[in-house]
């Protein structure tokens, strides 16, 4: 379980909180969903498609402003952590994104097409999740405490106000 930090300088748990919300959205919305139903799988997929670039949003946000920023710190301090540098590394949400916009070609197939497009469609979902929900808890569980290790309050204080801050604007 994550230790728990001051709202004011915990800058995951927010953004975090709407991430896990999207994903019990989509988890629910895939399994429910009949592909044969064309309107339906295009409105399962705009919304997945939103989804992505919220999620790429998020981790756009915490590469500049938090992780660039624990990385300069740690790098003056002369400490080297390959999960600081590793933290967003693979192209998860990128290949994602591109299965979802392959989905409106499958739109115009065939029924029983569309209806595997949507079982690969569930299946890569749910792989997703499960890499997706632990690397939060790191973030929240790793990265958090070494931000409280190395910056001051104030410091994290101004860096949540501006992460959120980014997240309302996406
Ligand atoms: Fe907060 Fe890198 O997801």
């Not at 064309?38 to 409105?43: I, L």
Request: glycine share 2%; hydrophobic share 35%.
């Amino acid at each position: 379980m994550a230790p728990n930090y001051p709202d004011e300088v915990d800058v995951f748990s927010v953004p975090h909180s709407r991430m896990k919300q999207l994903v019990h959205k989509y988890l629910d919305m895939v399994t429910s969903t009949n592909f044969s139903d064309v309107g339906r799988m295009a409105c399962v997929l705009e919304k997945l498609c939103h989804t992505f670039n919220v999620f790429k949003a998020h981790e756009q946000i915490e590469n500049r402003f938090i992780m660039r920023r624990l990385k300069e710190k740690l790098l003056s301090l002369d400490i080297t952590d390959a999960a600081v540098c590793n933290c967003h590394s693979d192209n998860r949400l990128t290949e994602m994104l591109s299965l979802v916009l392959e989905g409106y070609r499958w739109t115009q197939r065939s029924k029983s097409e569309r209806i595997k497009y949507g079982m690969r469609l569930r299946h890569a979902l749910e792989d997703f999740t499960k890499d997706f929900i632990p690397h939060m808890k790191e973030e929240e569980e790793v990265f958090q405490p070494m931000l409280v290790e190395y910056f001051t309050y104030d410091e994290l204080k101004q860096l949540k106000a501006k992460v959120i801050q980014q997240h309302q604007e996406k």
